[in-house]
């Protein structure tokens, strides 16, 4: 099978389980939204997120500001908005930075083998013989909270998933005749890793990371919220949420929402994975 | 391989791991920038007086030598003492994990109960409205931020209806139990004040369904799934054959042959529920180990940072080796090796 006709066969199976589940589609409806959400939002916030109105505290959500002000009196939906930019951002960097490192380790195991596997795999066991929540508040505290650091502590905790499932279809590829072909016709370690073993690992460490996605954000949003994550006035809605908690319940408003687009955004991915699952299931495939 | 080699075996791993979690912390906290000094004194400390707190602290040797020091202190049953209380680790660890393990466990009765449930009625009536419910709910329980949940039900039951306490184990006016176990549904029940047990039940609710929200869910999910499994095998058929009546189908037949995966996932959750008991406990008020390491790693107190998250990764994985133990009481063809 070439390269290009299994990535079409992803892509083309993921649409298949995506179009036969309402549900999935759904979320993939929540998280286009999500995404033109933080393309826009420049053009659709009503208001600068971070310009505060002294007079304006604590505001009932009006035409003028449709879900109210903070208590600082910036609009909580144009910070909403600039919101979705951030958990974006957050989820694509530590999907980016833990699915590399975490595939690369994984591979380089399954086809190594020996004591650096051993080695490694006992290292996952360790990382993953852990709450994921508490080893990220434990990095993010050494490291000093900030956006960039939540983002290096939460793929501190997630590449060992990539890694175990990297590792796994590399174990499988190893045996498998067209490695032992490119082999036979001289080609070097590393050819043989990165053009025949690296490809073919790849279309289930993707849904891997549709299924991963979801539980980033929370993380995010949840150091956030407990002050380890993004700082203030940063538009995170962990800290939103953490800021509107003092005003409950009189201005309600001002951690309500936030907290509603990351429910939404989580939600969103998770039917969405829900579809995609399937896809890792050779028992459903074969249906 | 016996059982007891088994059990060995995995308890010296424990310990491995255990050993590796508080490696990993002490260099992660001691190798990287943020000064718990500074964090301490404010930023505008004299020099003198940041100095003479670093060697206190034992901050200014090398790491490796701060490693070395600590390991042995934690040979002899010394997690050290922590920077923001004073006190001993090991003594704050006593103090407050109690309060955890009692939420935690209230919590892992509610998701197991609630789970199974939702998950057998679901399988029973697939593909009707009792099935789509309860999927709905279970995807919005594994969605849910604990956060948010957790401030939607302190605003509702606390602010608006006012059923339910808002914070806390007891009202500020009652002096709790004398303490035996540290968890005060025992020791009110030994202390033979009802009164006190009902008040202290009232407090649990909010934060305890609040915690049990994802396990609901995430049991829920793989209870249906197995059911489903289960429900197709012949034998179910032969017991349907015999004439069985429906419920001794699925409660005796399927049900316990189900029950393999769902084991595992209450296991998973039984840890998961530490990890949202850092946030509910925050919230609530709630006097135990997730709401210190919480102030712990806010404030950099090192040794409380390691000490707190060496008891979670303990907890943890013996949570792990008792569902394992578990797998051979319920299905024998489960071989340890």
């Given at each position: ?287 | ?35 718990p000094v500074?964090?301490m ?8 007086l940041v100095e003479e707190m670093r060697a206190k602290w034992g901050l200014d ?20 003492v922590?920077m923001?209380?004073g ?251």
């Amino acid at each position: 099978m070439t390269r290009r006709a299994h990535s079409t066969s992803v892509a083309r199976d993921t649409w298949r389980a995506v179009k036969g589940n309402p549900l999935s589609l759904v979320g993939l409806g929540i998280i286009l939204a999500l995404a033109l959400t933080a393309i826009l939002a420049p053009y659709v916030a009503p208001h600068d997120p971070y310009e505060t109105n002294p007079l304006a505290k604590l505001g009932r959500p009006t035409s003028i500001h449709p879900l109210g002000t903070d208590q600082i009196g910036r609009d909580v939906l144009s910070r909403l908005l600039y919101g979705a930019r951030i958990s974006i951002r957050i989820a694509v960097q530590v999907a980016v930075i833990s699915g590399t490192v975490g595939t690369l380790i994984g591979v380089l195991c399954g086809f190594i083998g020996g004591k650096v596997d051993s080695l490694l795999m006992r290292i996952t066991d360790i990382f993953m013989s852990f709450p994921q929540l508490i080893l990220a508040m434990a990095f993010a505290a050494a490291l000093g909270p900030s956006l960039q650091n939540v983002v290096l502590a939460v793929s501190m905790t997630e590449w060992t998933y990539f890694a175990r499932l990297a590792r796994s279809s590399a174990l499988a590829l190893r045996g498998q005749a067209h490695v032992d072909a490119a082999r036979a016709m001289g080609a070097s370690k590393t050819r043989i890793l990165l053009c025949h073993v690296l490809p073919l690992t790849l279309s289930p460490l993707i849904v891997q990371l549709s299924l991963e996605m979801g539980g980033i954000i929370r993380t995010a949003a949840s150091l956030g919220f407990l002050g380890l994550g993004a700082q203030p006035p940063t538009p995170e809605w962990g800290v939103m949420v953490t800021a509107g908690r003092n005003y409950l319940p009189a201005s309600w408003w001002v951690s309500t929402f936030p907290g509603l687009a990351i429910f939404l955004t989580v939600l969103g991915f998770n039917l969405l994975g829900d579809g995609v699952r399937d896809i890792l299931d050779p028992r459903l495939r074969r249906k | 391989m016996s059982m007891v080699t088994y059990i060995v075996r995995r308890l010296l791993w424990l310990l491995f791991v255990v050993f590796g979690v508080m490696t990993l912390v002490f260099f992660i906290s001691r190798v990287i920038p943020a000064d718990p000094v500074a964090a301490m004194l404010g930023g505008h400390a004299p020099a003198d007086l940041v100095e003479e707190m670093r060697a206190k602290w034992g901050l200014d040797k090398p790491v490796i030598e701060q490693y070395l020091a600590y390991v042995w202190q934690l040979l002899h049953g010394d997690f050290g003492v922590s920077m923001a209380s004073g006190r001993h680790v090991l003594q704050d660890l006593v103090e407050y994990f109690p309060a955890t393990l009692e939420l935690a466990t209230v919590g892992a009765l509610i998701s197991v109960v609630g789970g199974i449930v939702l998950g057998v009625v679901s399988a029973v009536r697939r593909g009707k409205l009792a099935d789509h419910v309860a999927r709905v709910a279970a995807l919005t329980g594994i969605s849910m931020p604990v956060f948010w949940l957790a401030l939607l039900m302190m605003l509702l039951f606390y602010f608006i209806l006012g059923w339910l306490p808002g914070g806390g184990r007891l009202p500020y006016y009652m002096d709790p139990p004398t303490r035996i176990t540290g968890m005060i549904l025992i020791d009110s029940l030994i202390a033979r004040r009802l009164d006190m047990f009902t008040i202290a039940l009232k407090h649990f609710v909010m934060p305890a369904l609040t915690l049990s929200f994802f396990g609901v869910a995430a049991i829920s999910r793989v209870t249906r799934a197995s059911m489903l499994d289960v429900l197709g095998e012949d034998y179910v058929r032969t017991a349907r054959s015999k004439g069985l009546v429906e419920n001794r189908v699925v409660l005796r037949h399927a049900l316990k042959n189900a029950m393999l995966p769902v084991v595992t996932i209450a296991g998973i959750v039984y840890g998961r529920l530490l990890e949202g008991g850092v946030i509910v406990e925050t919230i609530f008020a709630w006097p135990g180990l997730g709401r210190y390491a919480t102030n712990a790693f806010l404030a950099l107190d090192f040794p409380a940072v390691v000490g707190s998250t060496m008891v979670i990764a303990l907890f943890y994985s013996l949570m792990n080796l008792v569902v394992d133990i578990l797998y051979a009481f319920l299905d024998p063809r489960v071989r340890y090796d």
